[in-house]
């Protein structure tokens, strides 16, 4: 049997007609750059979080660089991140003119820890960027109260949680900005790239709408801004699939309920760890090996069984090649956790569209590695 990492062509074929639909609608409009699918996107999308305002944007990584600049956040400033998300948050923080602090994940849930956090601030700091890492919310309670003692400001990444929430909070309750991707292999795909911030804070709406057009506050009129759009098109499709991604994370934390149960003896593995009264999303189900050398033996023996699993992020920011880069980066602590989980980790296929026998076969297979190994 093979099993993929992804169910794109699946996704599509269930909800062809609606996604056909709305890309017919767009292409006869003849509007496809900031025409009326995108304003019906964002008002959707603005919605479906709570939030007073959603502007789409390039990309997920643009969400976020922009929302910096939006604030005014730049060269001489410090953004504290964990080291063992994906790249493209520091990268953001570096493309803003920001210093990157690095401090390590909590060893449970991989997300950052709100005592690091606290202990890297110095006079410089400026903003946390909390990821809300393979789906599960950051623990936005604790991070909230340290912006606010501090004066910090707080951009939620989530690129790969969206529909999820903490106990006791939203996403885009206790932070200025939510930035979101929807470059196809995330939970809310399009058909290439895009990614939208979301915020109740009018200014950087505002800020973000002029950045992301050329800096233009009225036909001709420019300050140097930049040209990261998410076309309509894009929107089209987005606007098709939001109505259904509840369902669909719910399809996704029956898979991982699944990978849980039938897994939970493994002997030689750790399983992803579900903060009580969260709703983890599932963008990736994460195992652990819990002997990090035998990571990529695991990794092959599923990969040789035809599973397409992964590695979500084997190598942590700090870790990658030309480290030190030309680029402000400094590591506050140790960041034994992240580079534990980098070297240990295998991504289980996760996706809604997979049947009942993919993941028994999946779940088979680890264990009959787990028995040799464990
Ligand atoms: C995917 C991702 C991004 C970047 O999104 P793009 O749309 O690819 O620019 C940023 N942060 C995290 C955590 C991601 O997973």
Same mark, same amino acid.
């Given at each position: 049997?093979?099993?993929?990492?992804?169910?794109?062509?699946? !996704?599509?074929?269930?909800?062809? =007609?609606?996604?056909?639909? @709305?890309? !017919?609608?767009?292409?006869?409009?003849?509007?496809?750059?900031?025409?009326?699918?995108?304003?019906?996107?964002?008002?959707?999308?603005?919605?479906?979080?709570?939030?007073?305002?959603?502007?789409?944007?390039?990309?997920?990584?643009?969400?976020?660089?922009?929302?910096?600049?939006?604030?005014?956040?730049?060269?001489?400033?410090?953004?504290?991140?964990?080291? /063992?998300?994906?790249?493209?948050?520091?990268?953001?923080?570096?493309?803003?003119?920001?210093?990157?602090?690095?401090?390590?994940?909590?060893?449970?849930?991989?997300?950052?820890?709100?005592?690091?956090?606290?202990?890297?601030?110095?006079?410089?700091?400026?903003?946390?960027?909390?990821?809300?890492?393979?789906?599960?919310?950051?623990?936005?309670?604790?991070?909230?109260?340290?912006?606010?003692?501090?004066?910090?400001?707080? +951009?939620?990444?989530?690129?790969?949680?969206?529909?999820?929430?903490? %106990?006791?909070? %939203?996403?885009?309750?206790?932070?200025?900005?939510?930035? +979101?991707?929807?470059?196809?292999?995330? @939970?809310?795909?399009?058909?290439?790239?895009?990614?939208?911030?979301?915020?109740?804070?009018?200014?950087?709406?505002?800020?973000?709408?002029?950045?992301?057009?050329?800096?233009?506050?009225?036909? &001709?009129?420019?300050?140097?801004?930049?040209? =990261?759009?998410?076309?309509?098109? !894009?929107?089209?499709?987005?606007?098709?699939?939001?109505?259904?991604?509840?369902?669909?994370?719910?399809?996704?934390?029956?898979?991982?309920?699944?990978? =849980?149960?039938?897994?939970?003896?493994?002997?030689?593995?750790?399983?992803?760890?579900?903060?009580?009264?969260?709703?983890?999303?599932?963008?990736?189900?994460?195992?652990?090996?819990?002997?990090?050398?035998?990571?990529?033996?695991?990794?092959? #023996?599923?990969?040789?069984?035809?599973?397409?699993?992964?590695?979500?992020?084997?190598?942590?920011?700090?870790? !990658?090649?030309?480290?030190?880069?030309?680029?402000?980066?400094?590591?506050?602590? &140790?960041?034994? /956790?992240?580079?534990?989980?980098?070297?240990?980790?295998?991504?289980?296929?996760? #996706?809604?569209?997979?049947?009942?026998?993919?993941?028994?076969?999946?779940?088979?297979?680890?264990?009959?590695?787990?028995?040799?190994?464990?």
């Amino acid at each position: 049997m093979k099993v993929g990492f992804y169910g794109h062509v699946r !996704q599509y074929e269930n909800i062809k =007609s609606e996604i056909d639909a @709305n890309i !017919q609608n767009v292409l006869m409009s003849g509007k496809y750059v900031m025409g009326p699918m995108l304003a019906k996107f964002e008002k959707e999308l603005a919605e479906y979080m709570g939030t007073k305002h959603a502007i789409g944007v390039g990309n997920g990584t643009d969400a976020i660089w922009l929302t910096l600049m939006a604030l005014g956040i730049g060269k001489g400033d410090e953004v504290i991140t964990h080291a /063992n998300t994906f790249f493209a948050t520091a990268e953001a923080a570096w493309i803003a003119g920001c210093k990157v602090v690095l401090v390590d994940c909590d060893p449970k849930t991989k997300n950052l820890d709100p005592a690091l956090v606290e202990a890297a601030i110095t006079p410089k700091t400026k903003a946390i960027i909390p990821v809300h890492l393979y789906g599960q919310c950051a623990d936005m309670l604790a991070i909230k109260a340290i912006a606010d003692k501090h004066n910090l400001v707080v +951009i939620e990444d989530n690129a790969q949680g969206i529909d999820g929430y903490g %106990k006791g909070f %939203k996403q885009g309750e206790l932070s200025d900005a939510v930035s +979101i991707s929807f470059i196809i292999q995330k @939970n809310l795909g399009c058909f290439g790239d895009g990614g939208a911030v979301v915020t109740n804070n009018e200014e950087i709406d505002r800020q973000i709408r002029i950045l992301r057009n050329h800096g233009s506050k009225k036909r &001709s009129w420019h300050s140097p801004g930049f040209n =990261s759009r998410l076309d309509d098109l !894009q929107a089209g499709v987005l606007s098709a699939k939001l109505k259904h991604i509840t369902a669909w994370t719910d399809q996704r934390i029956a898979i991982a309920d699944r990978y =849980s149960a039938g897994l939970k003896d493994a002997k030689a593995l750790d399983l992803p760890y579900t903060t009580p009264g969260f709703r983890h999303v599932f963008h990736l189900y994460v195992v652990e090996t819990k002997d990090a050398s035998k990571r990529n033996d695991l990794l092959k #023996f599923l990969n040789d069984a035809g599973i397409d699993a992964k590695c979500h992020y084997d190598i942590a920011i700090h870790q !990658q090649d030309g480290y030190p880069w030309d680029v402000d980066v400094e590591i506050r602590g &140790s960041l034994e /956790n992240a580079e534990k989980n980098a070297a240990s980790c295998v991504s289980l296929p996760m #996706f809604p569209e997979l049947t009942t026998e993919e993941v028994d076969y999946v779940i088979a297979k680890t264990l009959e590695w787990d028995k040799a190994n464990g």
